[in-house]
């Protein structure tokens, strides 16, 4: 089944209120009483939301396969559910929510129990749910959705945004009108001030470990490290940044040499068309290190089965990523034993799991003290200038590669200054050298 913008829109949306239905629910009968449990005031947990597209999205073509399927959306929405709790605790320094007191926990993000749970969710909306409902929401009148999900998608941007700053303590100031009189402005104020108030009250209560006095201190260790001498120090942004450029280049380099002694063929692996970088292996070194740098110390056994399915779950999204947004394929590991549709191999999770362990018992540590004696503010200059450079090359990149499909499959082919500059500057001869693998896909 193929998803639309717009049903993927009302997905979100209705499985965002199921999902506060049963965290509200959930927190009715543990705590006795009424409690939001969603991070905005609309009765929505975007997170639940955002899962469901997750499936919608990655897991159409593993509905012939139950198994796949359930594996599928547990790594999924766990990989989801880990990340936006790491997140959440780097803005709060606190966890929203821990499963640290149940068993088979990983750093109290995530659990088995859960994990299992999100599965068997996985395989009831991918066979079930999702067909039914994308039929029932044929039944409402186009301009009658549309209206509907731009003002929910706009009201639902203000809501996050107002319950962030409220959270971070952040006044929202209103610029008022000169016009206006200071009755007006006063009660105005007054209004913002009760707002703030409310919503403050309305998290401390839906997650008890959000206090000021924990804001206060998550504020005051930002400032601390801010404040420190040393760049890029711990698992920083910057770090992640320098890592992304050093790992997109290795990872460059590893494939081409690869591909030079198996099959004696000297081939662009390159993700972009400016630079020997491969955003796939930069992308996989930071996020690599950002999920298990506080697992560096473990067993190689645990690394190895961590890295295992990270990676494979990790190519196994890019390939469908690239071939929904370019319509083009990659890679394809048909021939390879043990492959799931092409886009992912045992073997090569394999490889991911050896490349977890030698890159954070390894090489990560040295790189990550040649990274932090940069001087901190050559460093910092030096990586906005990456960023803005990788920024136009992915936007250059993906531009020709948009326009290299057109040409090859009677799409629009209309003449524009921007179309004559990429057929000029990125014909077929080099995009296919840049891309050799490359495989249109309808």
Known sequence: MIYSLTN??????????????IEVCYAAVHRRQFVNRGFVSAPLCPIYGFGAVLFALFLPELTGN?????????????????????????????KLWDYSGIRFNIGGYVCLRYSLLWGALAVVTMLFANSLLCRLFTLIPYPVGMIALWAASLLLALDFITSAMVVLGMKIRVKRLSSLSDGIQH?????ENKLTALIQRRMVRSFPAITPEN??????????????AVFAEGCSFYKLTALFFIGAFLGDLTETVFCLLTMGVLMSRSSVVYGPFSIVWGLGCSLLTLFLYRYRNKSDRHIFLAGTLLGGAYEYICSVFTELVFGTVFWDYSGF???????INLLYCFFWGIAAVVWLKAIYPVLSRWIEKLPKRFGTILMNVLIVFMLFNMAISSL????????????????SPLNDFLDSHFDDERMERIYPNAVLVP
């Open 337 to 343: 034993a043990f492959n799931l549709g092409g886009r």
């Open 215 to 228: 804001l206060e201190n998550s504020l005051r260790e930002k400032s601390a490290r801010k404040t420190s």
């Open 400 to 415: 020709a590669l948009a326009r290299y499909t057109q040409r090859h499959t009677n799409a629009a082919t209309e003449s």
């Open 66 to 94: 139950l198994f796949f399927l359930f594996l599928g959306g547990m790594i999924l929405a766990t990989l989801l559910e880990y990340a936006t709790g790491m997140l959440m605790e780097k803005i709060f320094n606190k």
């Open 187 to 191: 009660t105005s104020k007054l209004l």
């Open 8 to 21: 993927l829109a009302w997905l979100f949306f209705l499985y965002s209120f199921i999902g506060w239905v």
